[in-house]
């Protein structure tokens, strides 16, 4: 079955970094569009970046521009969000996303806190 597996979060202080990492199985990695987004207490989950299947793109939400990156390994299944320059307002549950044409699969989560 389809799995997609978060790992990386934790707790960081305000200007600190983390690397998030999602290994995928049960699809055939290569040929979906990878994802992160994340979800605050209290807001609707939004997008953070995304990739193309073979990596030729990516996409970043403004407020992480510059900050953040997100990549792949397709040999490895994995995607990968580095995030640097944390801030307080990046607090959220991070979700894996994959995707290609009606075909969504999402990950359970992981949680990112910046606070000092």
């Known amino acids: 079955q389809v799995q997609l597996v978060e790992s990386g979060g934790g707790l960081v202080q305000p200007g600190g970094s983390l690397r998030l990492s999602c290994v995928a199985s049960?699809?055939?990695?290569?040929?979906?569009?990878m994802g992160w987004y994340r979800q605050a207490p209290g807001k609707e989950r939004e997008l953070v970046a995304t990739i193309t299947p073979a990596a030729g793109s990516t996409n970043y939400a403004d407020s992480v521009k510059g900050r953040f990156t997100i990549s792949r390994d397709n040999a490895k299944n994995t995607v990968h969000l580095q995030m640097n320059s944390l801030k307080p307002e990046d607090t959220a549950v991070y979700y894996c996303n994959a995707r290609r044409s009606t075909s969504s699969y999402w990950g359970q989560g992981t949680q990112v806190t910046v606070s000092s």
């Open positions: 049960g699809f055939t990695f290569s040929w979906y569009g």
